[in-house]
């Protein structure tokens, strides 16, 4: 089966679920909290991630699917030894509930462990990325690429973000914040891992770095970035491990180890 019979399905799943996002952005609906007060679920990112992973089995019932919600209700899943779906309903949660209109669907396949489709669909502005293994990266059916004049960390325009839960905090102490915005052009959190790494695919951002993110956040977004000529890595500069609490670095390329270095 061609990857464009997985990309075709998890569009028109990303665009049902934005259909359900976009329905709800600015009214009333329930929520709680997952880790702490800060790690906001609300009813929108389940009935989201009900649609896409019902949709995703009934399609696909021999692949696996791990999805952010059903994740943390089931304690955690294993990727497949085959086809994989990555499944985060609405990366940018907290930008929901508050009202911030930044926020995505993010879908990813990944083969033997290989991305081979990603999808980012932010609903409130209609715009569709989608990337396909060796076939580039799309914003709303055309070809983009990441940014290629910005060769250099000083013009760069650079995005992080900070973990939701409070227990993994820790993690910031190592990086020395007034050293990184001081050799960059300037420094952006946006709230929404996913939306952030598709802006690096279109040229918007120049650069992301992130230490506390699942593998749901990034798996869409990094194929984006990569099939749009970007470098997506660790932030040792290792190829990208899709697991618990990674560490992503990603970039146009141009910037990327001078981007790892201002990390160290």
Known sequence: MENTVYLETAVTLAQQAGDIIRSRFGGDFERGFKSGPSDLVTEVDRQAEDLITTG???????????GEENDSTAGGQEPGDDYTWYVDPLDGTTNFVYGI???????????????TVGVVYDPLRRELFTAELGRGTCL?????????TRKYLSDALLVTGYPSDKNYGGRLSGLNYQKIIASCNNLRALGSAALELAYISCGRLTGIWENTLMSWDVAAGSLLVAEAGGRVTDLAGNPLELRRYLSIAASNGFIHNELLQSLS
Request: glycine share 8%; with cysteine.
């Open 56 to 66: 995703l089995r009934a399609k696909f019932p021999a692949h696996t699917v791990i």
């Open 101 to 115: 209109p930044f926020c995505c669907v993010s879908i990813g396949l990944s083969y033997h462990g290989r991305l």
């Open 140 to 148: 709303n059916g055309r070809p983009v690429r990441v940014d290629e």
